[in-house]
């Protein structure tokens, strides 16, 4: 009889360690998979921000050169303004 009750609380034990092992694993693998979803929509998300960091950066460097364009207009515009007339045709002989 207590031999058999012995056997009966190592059988248990056996099952129960099982148990928690495979319940600890498939813990395990939910967070792991939780985790890399997590890290692959961070990652998707840096990208975005980047992107939309360079499409401003885009933006900045059209400004500026639309600003130079208009400056090089004005510089020229004054240039005529202040140029001296040109000289008159010779009169026709």
């Known amino acids: 009889m207590h031999t058999t009750t012995t056997a009966t609380i190592a059988a248990a034990a ?3 360690t099982t148990s928690t092992c495979t319940t600890t694993t498939t813990t395990t693998t939910t967070t792991t ?8 929509l961070v ?9 939309l960091l360079l499409l401003l950066l885009l933006l900045l460097l059209l ?22 007339p040109p ?7």
């Not at 998979?33 to 692959?40: D, G, I, Q, S």
């Not at 400004?63 to 004054?78: E, G, V």
């Not at 000289?87 to 002989?93: L, V």
């Open 14 to 16: 056996a099952a129960a």
């Open 33 to 40: 998979t939780t985790t890399t979803l997590l890290l692959v």
């Open 43 to 51: 990652l998707l998300l840096l990208l975005l921000l980047l992107l």
């Open 63 to 84: 400004l500026l050169l639309l600003l130079l364009l208009l400056l090089l207009l004005l510089l020229l515009l004054l240039l005529l303004l202040f140029l001296p």
């Open 87 to 93: 000289p008159p045709p010779p009169p026709p002989t």
